[in-house]
């Protein structure tokens, strides 16, 4: 490496040393550009993965009409060629060459040089060009121009490598602070503690995945005669299924003090969620259940969520309650209906959400349907909230090694 190319190297390692952005960066690679090789038109183009294209984004001496115009598809013409191969080309006359470029420029003697680190290369994509043309004393560039043009395309590819890890970074650390308000919205949309009912023990438990979601689970006593219980999931992860959860709730809680069956209830919180819904493309399931104590009578509305399992203590046998209705935020005036099933002493009702049968070990085995059965039966003799515990901790043992994809929330209500 000669001595030009070593100062060019220094030069531009300092420059981007003090460079507070990416624009900043572009301006010293391209001063850097046209004193070294002396030319009045060099452009450096990025690569546009959405729209698979090279795009200008820094130029000196091109119309600006030209540079919003100039998109190149990977291959095609020099610039798509040069990122296509990530090998530098050198025309010392355009008049001979193979390229369709005749007519663009004041003189005939261009250059392209890929923006990837030669000769170790960062990352295995490339990430743009960088093009040279019209040299003002009118010469032809030559090899020592070409090592010139690609020590600073290399010199300027670990910089926006740098830059598009900070940014990587960034993205990141947004991500992580979205998921921690996600989480802090759906803790706090759940009872504190579950309410004191005469004759039932109740405890519900939530645990939230690697991605949040949506998962909400809550109680409520209406008055002494009677009780209700909800558990729902909303499509979607981050901090907008938790936004959506929460308005769900708000609406539900809205409906409480009118004296509304299961479905009546579902139809009016469908009604006033659907537009949001549809318009954010996301729905809820919602397994919900009203407790009368004077009958020892659960009513169930289910709006595409899991069947309720209700462990019938004397049979010993499991009884799935569900009634096959739609999602809230598919259709805007649905009707919804109810089942309902007396209880005794010993039986054990669960609401639960997909993440609970859904997850897969590491052999792709989902925990399924029988393994959720089987924790409720083999626990039947415990208290609600040891039974939510097992129902979590053999979901989180079964998934193990590999975190959990979506929430696991099981409610329990126990008769005793």
Known sequence: MNNTSMDTIYRLSQAMVQVRDLNEALDSVLDEVVELLNVSKVSVMTYDSKNDVLKVIAARGLDPSVIEKALVRRGEGISGKVFASSEPILIEDIRTSSFDEKGKYKTRSLMSAPVTCFPMKVGDIPLGVINVTDRNDGKSFDEKDM???????????????????????????????????????????????????????????LI???????????????????????????SGHSVGAGLVMAAFRAALKAQLDNVYSPSILMEHVNKILFQDLY????????????YQKSRQQIVCTVA??????????????????TTDDP???????????????????GDIVVLYTDGATEVANARGERFGMQRLKACIADSSEVSAKQISDIIVENVQSFSDPNPLKDDVTALVLKIV
């Open 147 to 205: 090592e010139l043009l690609k020590t600073i395309s290399n010199q300027f590819a670990v910089y926006l490598h740098l830059v598009n890890l900070a940014i990587r970074d960034k993205e990141h650390e947004r991500m992580r602070e979205q998921l921690e308000i996600a989480r802090q919205i759906q803790y706090r949309l759940l009872p504190l503690t579950p309410p004191k009912i005469d004759g039932l023990d109740i405890a519900g438990r």
């Open 208 to 234: 939230t995945a690697e991605r949040v979601g949506g998962d909400y689970y809550d109680c409520f006593v209406h008055d002494e005669r009677k009780s209700s219980f909800v558990v729902a999931d909303v």
């Open 279 to 290: 318009q954010a493309e996301q729905f809820i399931t919602v397994a919900y259940i009203q």
């Open 304 to 321: 595409g969520h899991p069947p309720i399992l209700v462990w019938r203590n004397q049979e010993e046998k499991f009884v799935e309650i």
């Open 327 to 345: 999602c809230l935020g598919i259709e805007p005036s649905p009707m919804f209906h109810e089942k309902s099933e007396i209880l005794s002493k």
